[in-house]
């Protein structure tokens, strides 16, 4: 199997790098085993698993403030207006929808399984 | 309280220096630190609602002593044993409380520290250690007071006087996974306000009252070779002041924020100021011949 195809970070999106365990049920990236949700007992990535719960009580996880917290809380942050940074190398247009700032990079190195250079990557 | 007890119990005996020292300094991995930060802030989550009701059973108890002892004078001595169990209850209760509130910490800690370093630890590498420097006591302690004011009369008070305090209680720094070095401080300034005033039937009644203005800067140093800096998209929150250096360009994003309480501030006040950092950032073009 591939590598993660999960991005890091919050002010910057960067490449995971981990080898991939499985793949995320609902957007059908290849994730880690950090990447994984625990919750969804490992069938969604952190970022799906997130934007499913957002609805949730915060509070539920208020005081805890692991990885989960942090995916949830990122994910919140980048629907309120917040377009990162991506310094990786591949791209998947999953991240289209935070209309990710990135450098300028050439059509060939999209990684997202098709032709189209989506919008919201490299615009910046 | 044997929830509390037992998360005591669980403490390394690093953390219940920290503890009782109330000071959390030190270079850790994201990880190592998070791990910490989080056993002493849900030891402090259960140390409070402990003590809360430790308070309360006391006061509870001590009210039985009386009611017993009373009782006691009506339908017979026996009824001194139940007043002297409700003492020794008391008593124990009142201990409770008294090595609760020695080892009771900032709620800064787990509700503006914890969360935003949890936040920071998403963009740094597993490896990279960062420095921080909390301070967890309370902010109005005699060490930590500036200047105390002169008496005098407002209105309808007839005593004020007021208190400073400078509390810098979190700082800290850490290179992040895209070389970027990252420096954050928060300074709470406090004023105390104890005033008396004379009510209409003639009492003295007294007051406190707390100011709170927060100083929260950031000083974020972006690596020339992978950022340029633009003009914001939008106007930031905070000063901003721009330094070029020879590999960084470094952002220094300084806020104030005022509070009419001691309440702990957002996470999200020291969150949106790396954030307004990271939008006058332009990546710099990788493939540039």
């Given amino acids: 199997m591939n590598d993660c195809q999960c991005k890091s970070g919050f002010f910057a999106l960067r490449d995971c790098g981990q080898p991939a365990i499985a793949q995320c049920g609902a957007c059908s990236r290849a994730m880690c085993h950090t990447h994984a949700a625990v919750e969804s007992r490992f069938t969604q990535c952190r970022d799906c698993w997130a934007k499913a719960n957002q609805s949730a009580d915060p509070t539920q996880r208020a005081g805890i403030y692991d990885d989960d917290w942090a995916q949830s809380y990122r994910s919140r942050y980048y629907a309120a207006g917040y377009a990162p940074i991506y310094t990786g190398t591949h791209y998947h247009h999953y991240y289209d929808q935070y209309d990710t700032r990135s450098f300028r990079q050439q059509a060939g190195e999209i990684e997202d399984g098709s032709d189209d250079a989506r919008a919201g990557f490299g615009d910046s | ?289």
């Fill in chain 2, 1 to 289: 309280m044997f929830g509390a007890l037992r998360v005591l119990g669980q403490l390394s005996p690093a953390q219940r220096t920290m503890l009782m020292q109330k000071r959390f300094v030190g270079e850790f991995t994201p990880e190592a630190l998070l791990d910490q930060m989080r056993a002493l802030a849900t030891f402090d989550r259960h140390g409070d609602a402990v003590r809360k009701k430790a308070g309360g059973w006391a006061v509870a108890a001590f009210l039985q002593v009386v009611i017993g002892a009373i009782a006691a004078l009506f339908f017979g001595r026996w009824l001194l044993l139940y007043s002297l169990v409700m003492a020794l209850v008391g008593v124990v209760l009142v201990v409770v409380w008294y090595r609760l509130r020695l080892m009771d910490i900032s709620n800064n800690l787990g509700e503006v520290a914890l969360p935003f370093l949890a936040i920071l630890k998403q963009d740094m590498l597993p490896d990279q250690t960062l420095a921080v420097d909390i301070d967890l006591s309370s902010p109005t302690l005699a060490r930590k007071r500036q200047e105390v004011s002169p008496a005098y009369k407002r209105g309808a008070y007839t005593k004020i006087v007021d208190t400073n305090y400078a509390d810098p209680w979190f700082s800290g720094s850490a290179r992040l996974a895209d070389a970027t070095v990252l420096r954050w401080r928060v300074v709470d300034r406090i004023i105390m306000s104890k005033r008396t005033k004379r009510n209409t039937r003639g009492k003295y009644k007294m007051s406190t009252r707390h100011a709170k203005r927060s100083l929260v800067t950031v000083a974020v140093a972006l690596p020339r070779k992978s950022y340029a800096i633009a003009a914001p998209e939008r106007p930031a929150q905070a000063k901003v002041a721009v330094a070029a250096g020879a590999k960084s360009n470094t952002l220094r994003l300084v806020r104030k924020i005022k509070s009419k309480s001691l309440d702990p501030l957002s996470p999200d006040v020291l969150i949106n100021l790396v954030s307004d950092a990271y939008r006058r950032a332009v990546p710099v073009a990788r493939n540039a011949a």
